[in-house]
């Protein structure tokens, strides 16, 4: 992957720091979203098919999933 990701944290992310970052301008590129824990922006990074990732925020947007 040529493209660096541009790594950001929602605005609704006013919860002490207990968030994830995403780096959304990889999906129409490459087709994957990457995660990682906004605490530990030098751990390890998750990549999600794009598919995956609006499944997820769909599923957060419902009620379905609650941290």
């Not at 493209?3 to 129409?28: D, K, M, Q």
């Not at 922006?41 to 009620?63: D, I, R, Y």
Request: overall charge negative; glycine content about 8%; some cysteine.
């Amino acid at each position: 992957m040529t493209e660096t990701p541009r790594w950001f944290t929602s605005s609704y992310s006013s919860n002490g720091g207990a968030c994830i970052e995403v780096a959304a301008n990889l999906a129409a590129s490459h087709g994957v979203v990457p995660v990682r824990d906004s605490k530990n922006q030098a751990g390890p990074e998750l990549a999600m098919s794009a598919t995956a990732f609006a499944s997820f925020v769909a599923s957060v947007k419902a009620g379905e999933i609650t941290g």
